[in-house]
């Protein structure tokens, strides 16, 4: 396991971060096909993650309506890992009840929500703070006055963002740093070599600011771990992805990617997971990727992603048979900076 520091702050995380997403076992909800784990169970894997150097674990309080939270707390206290060892995350927007006050990214809804998560964790603070999503009626400037309020009174020692566009990102850390304001040091994004739509615009964005990326979903819904047939339109097989297609994906595209990487992984005796967890993992932008599991067997197949390392070919190949098409203004940034780049000889351009 691999160590990474987190965006431009000084925390240090594995490069793969345990999900608590199948934590769980209320019935229902959006996500109901994906939990199911009980305490005994989630423990389970908390341990077997930590005895394997994971040192992050992500969860929310969406998630089985705050049950994955409680038993992320049950596991801790249970395994007596020290606090200072480990990097807990939550999140907080989606709708936690009927009421009208019971979503968003209100200074009430957020403030509220830290209070309750903190609670269900059985903790008095979480390292990363997160708003789950764009919320469209709540100012923006409302909503990170709340997250500052909430770092500066301890209860989280820094704050992220999930699923925003870089145009809010980039809006949000201005108006942080305009005001003094506890500043998003992450993202929490999707991205895959089968769904590479954060590299148009979030990635650049990522790395110009200094932000960390957090993958979540990296295996496309299990489409990219090789157990489905997708000669389809829809893919074929056991397992979640036959009825729950989310996120969505390209199958036409997905295809060639899959049969490429199932021949890489056979050349090494691997999974195609691995695979796709490698390339992701090779990516310099990503801080580290979020790995969930409803079986030991298949975090044990996650975190040996760890030890795969892909060739300059096979990273060539895969990049090439995933690239995004060309979108207005990127190829007008390569037709007329190529220009300026032209004006630089090789052996003087900054390394």
Known sequence: MRYNRF???????SELCLGAMTFGTKPGGRFGQIHGLDQNASTALVKQAVDAGINFIDTANVYT????????????????????DIVVATKA???????PNDSGTSRKHLLDQMDASLERLQLDHVDLYQIHGWDPVTPMEEAL????????????????VSNWAAWQIVKALGIADRRGWAPFVSLQAYYTVAGRDLERELAPMLLSEGLGLMVWSPLAGGLLSGKYDLSADSPEGEGRRANFHFPPVDIERARPLVDSMRGMAERRGVSVAQIALSWLLHQQVVSTV?????????????????????????????????????EYPGWMFAAQGAYSAGKISERRRPK
């Open 7 to 13: 965006g431009n702050t000084g925390l240090v995380v």
């Open 65 to 84: 309506t705050g049950q994955s939270e409680e038993f992320v707390g049950g596991a801790l206290k249970a395994l007596g890992i020290r606090r200072s």
């Open 93 to 99: 927007m989606g709708a936690m009840g009927e009421g």
């Open 145 to 160: 006055r709340a997250l500052d309020d909430i770092v500066r009174s301890g209860r989280a020692r820094y704050v992220g």
């Open 290 to 326: 979020i790995v969930g599991a409803k079986r030991a067997d298949q975090l044990a197949d996650n975190i040996a992603a760890c030890e795969v390392e892909l060739e300059a070919a096979e990273m060539a190949e895969l990049d090439r048979l995933s690239a995004l098409p060309g």
